[in-house]
């Protein structure tokens, strides 16, 4: 980051290379910012780009890299030696390494598979996979022909798989036959056979026997794995695409109806990808990233373009806390890891059960620990300097799943404030808005960006008019993206997260985000999850706590007002609930988020449409009478 600082600040005369002072003219000149990152970050093309965009200020809709013809899967394979590409974690049973020149070659032999089952460009391959080195080597083979690659985690459920799968029509699906977690094998292959049997575009299915359960009888239209990847005389073959070919089709949550898919560019995944990597990130090609996801989760597609930086990646497929809560802590000193990525849950979750990983090692190889998923607590930020690591880098990061990245993260250049995200991503005219399209310092708003960037979605699926995308986005502020998050933006830029907009607790009509209330409900020993909502009545809202406790504790009185009197002591009054209940079980998302707007519907008498987005579906059925 100094390096590319400093470089700009000269060559554009600018007064400084302070961070704000480089972000300022990156969001002014997106011309010059975007063709720098191009040059910078050295992207590998057939042919260079006419215009690098044609209008920064339409949104939806500005073109960008005109005339270019590049690649992903080649840009992510430009090594091709001796130097680590993956090491492979299943749980503690499974241990695996790939050399880059491997991959090259397990990535040629795949294409050269799927080239021979008739994929083509434009056609859609799909993934039923856990996190393992197949699904990487699936992805850049598919990729390599200009196919589009959307996968979901083995853990969805039928319902769910089909709702993203059934809108994108793949012509192969790529699954194992099952999965490891906390020690225990389970079986994908009956769930898999309900999927295919509704999917009328497929013409194979393509088996990886990871837990040694494979079938390939038992499934329709099935080949294994190695018949798929024989050895070849083939080089493999990269076409060279527009940079706004699509390359992976993302699935909104659809925890309150079908889940909209989203198709991201290549060329637009992966400029955004490397600068964030490159730079935000501090990553190098002698690094070893590890990031704690599933590959139906957005992270896994930004974890896995480290490859383009020439990185090490560590993927992990299982329970974070099996056989043990310092399982991946043991990982990450084994293998030497720079850069840990996880959840805000993950590390809350350490510090409930008691762990200080300063007592495992002193970690000396650990520049980065990121953090996304959902606001990163205070109560955190001190743990990971108290009892983790006084001079690592605490990134919290956000974005999603829109974007396929970030507009806020990481920056090396920067001190860390406790609670706080440090910067808004170069090139990322990011804002706060009031209701009104005002900007705003220090005030909680909308999270919007206010011009055109690579990384947007180019379209979702069925949507010829590009209906869903603009009321997705640009229906509050015209030719503004609002991403439906709150937040707020200090004077020195950083920017807190406060939970989702559309999630907004409004008592008496003040705004309060949901992060709020959990930052204090999550320190307290007695309760292990909430979820808390608004409660339409009379006119009004009302604020209203759902509590599941640790075991060992009662939900009494005197605990009821020990919630209470925490919250109106740390937030106020008016965040103070006027109703709190007891719960088995909090919903959430496979990816660990708290569905808030499907318990929000339960309460007011709306249908959820979509509990196989749900990782536990069935907890909501705890809501459904609870008030009455």
Not at 335 to 346: D, R
Request: glycine share 8%; hydrophobic share 40%; aromatic share 12%.
């Amino acid at each position: 980051m100094y390096g590319f600082m400093t470089r700009m600040a000269e060559k554009y005369q600018l007064a400084d290379n302070e961070y704000y002072t480089i972000h300022r003219w990156s969001v002014k000149h997106p011309e010059q910012f975007w063709a720098e990152i191009w040059d910078f970050c050295k992207i590998k093309y057939a042919k260079i780009y006419d215009e690098v965009v044609d209008d920064p200020q339409k949104m939806p809709g500005a073109a960008w890299f005109r005339g270019a013809r590049l690649n992903f899967t080649e840009n992510l394979l430009r090594r091709k030696d001796d130097h680590k590409a993956i090491i492979f974690w299943g749980e503690d049973t499974i241990r695996r390494e790939l050399t880059y020149h491997e991959l090259y070659d397990e990535v040629t032999k795949t294409a050269a598979g799927l080239r021979q089952l008739g994929v083509k460009t434009g056609d859609r391959v799909a993934a039923f996979m856990p996190n393992m080195p197949e699904t990487i080597i699936g992805m850049l083979a598919s990729a390599s022909i200009g196919a589009i690659w959307s996968s979901t985690s083995p853990d969805f459920g039928t319902k769910g798989v089909l709702d993203r799968f059934s809108q994108i029509e793949p012509k192969v699906i790529i699954a194992a036959d099952g999965y490891f977690y906390k020690g225990k094998k389970f079986s994908t292959q009956d769930k898999l056979k309900e999927i295919l049997g509704d999917l009328q575009t497929l013409e194979k299915v393509v088996m990886v026997n990871y837990t040694g359960q494979l079938d390939l009888q038992a499934i329709p239209k099935s080949i294994s794995w190695e018949d798929l990847s024989q050895p070849t005389n083939r080089e493999l073959k990269f076409e060279q695409l527009p940079f706004d070919h699509p390359l992976y089709i993302m699935y909104s949550s659809g925890t309150t109806g079908l889940p909209k898919s989203i198709v991201h560019s290549a060329g637009g995944t992966l400029i955004q990808h490397l600068k964030e990597l490159i730079l935000h990130s501090n990553l190098d090609e002698n690094q070893t990233i590890f990031y704690y996801t599933t590959c139906g989760w957005m992270m896994w597609n930004w974890f896995v373009s480290s490859l383009a930086v020439g990185a090490t990646l560590v993927l992990y497929d299982g329970n974070p806390f099996y056989p043990g809560p310092d399982a991946l802590l043991k990982m990450a000193d084994e293998l030497n890891i720079n850069f840990f990525g996880t959840s805000a849950k993950y590390i809350a979750s350490l510090e409930a059960a008691g762990i200080k990983p300063k007592e495992i090692s002193g970690f000396d190889h650990l520049k980065v620990i990121a953090s996304t998923g959902s606001p990163l607590l205070n109560e955190s930020f001190q743990y990971v300097y108290r009892d983790w690591k006084e001079d690592v880098q605490l990134s919290s990061i956000a974005g999603g799943t829109d974007i396929i990245s970030c507009f806020m993260l990481s920056n090396p250049t920067l001190p860390v404030y406790e609670g706080e995200i440090q910067c808004k991503g170069l090139g990322m005219d990011v804002d706060c808005f009031d209701d009104y399209g005002r900007s705003m310092v220090g005030k909680l708003g909308e999270l919007v960006c206010k011009t055109a960037f690579p990384c947007m979605p180019i379209y979702f699926l069925n949507d010829a008019g590009g209906e869903k995308y603009f009321n997705s986005y640009f229906s509050d502020y015209p030719g503004i993206w609002r991403h439906g998050d709150n937040i707020v933006i200090s004077s020195h830029g950083g920017i807190t997260m406060y939970g989702r907009s559309d999630a907004t607790l409004n008592p008496q009509g003040v705004r309060i985000g949901t992060a709020e209330i959990y930052r204090v409900i999550e320190t307290m020993n007695e309760i292990e999850d909430s979820v808390v909502i608004g409660k339409r009545e009379e006119g009004d809202e009302v604020v209203v706590l759902f509590v599941k406790l640790n075991i060992g504790y009662k939900f009494d009185k005197e605990l009821e007002n020990k919630i209470k009197s925490a919250i109106r002591t740390n937030c106020s009054p008016r965040h103070v609930p006027a109703i709190i209940k007891e719960v088995p079980d909090i919903p959430h998302t496979i990816n660990g988020k708290k569905v808030e707007i499907a318990v929000k519907k339960i309460i007011h008498g709306e249908e959820v449409k979509n509990r196989d987005a749900l990782a536990n579906p069935e907890s909501l059925e705890f809501f459904y009478d609870i008030l009455k």
